[in-house]
């Protein structure tokens, strides 16, 4: 006997949960959490690991979108958006969602969906994973300069403003966001902060670096190099290929 499919519902609006939780049920599927926002969306899918996710497009805080873009590629479920505007299906499509449900949800509609999921969960390859991350990141993009990181501690997700980060550097396979003495990881590479984030408030100094410009206290040289000291006491190193970009950016503030 195959165990049940697993499945995290998040909409902000209470009786599409209950519809959908319903008709969740009568297929035979296992409910294992309800979000009411993007943020405990992502918490739900860290702390229970669903096959399956029914989420709105557009939800307050942070949309079904910007939750996907934030996923790990190895642990993202399959995706089923919900969406009262005609408009988001093809967005659903285009960034690898195996469905959309339209509201008001309908029956027919909503086993044709788990018809499609069933198929689809054991058969996912990391490329479509992963795929679907970058897509929904892009999708995200468009909405104009990142103001803000969704950052996980543990199985708890928070955001941290890009107004509120002094600094950026490589980790890994992860950035880490300097704001105020503390350090927060953020899945990511230095190339795609630095073109989410506005030129006019964030600029790349390193291969490994990127600063907050307004947070520039001084600038020395060492060892032929510049090196920056900012409001927080570190110090960034600035390479020599972004060197003049300093210089021009330090003469228009004098």
Known sequence: MTSAIRAVIADDEALTRERVRALATACGLEVVG?????????????????????????????????????????????????TAFEQYALKAFDVGAIDYLHKPVTRSRFEASVARARERITQRTAAERESLVEGAAAMERERGFRSRFVV?????????????????DAADNYLQLHSAKRVHLWRGTMKQAEDELDPAQFMRVHRSAIVAVDRIQSVATADGALVLTLRDESTVRVSRQYTERIKALLASRS
């Open 34 to 82: 309800e979000a009411r926002n993007g943020l405990e969306a992502l918490d739900l899918i860290a702390s229970t690991a669903p096959d399956l996710i029914f989420i709105d497009v557009e939800m307050p805080e942070l949309n079904g979108l910007g939750v996907v873009a934030a996923l790990e590629p190895d642990v993202v479920p399959v995706v089923v958006f919900i």
């Open 152 to 168: 996980r501690r543990g199985n708890s997700h928070h955001f941290v403003s890009a107004n509120e980060i002094d600094w950026i």
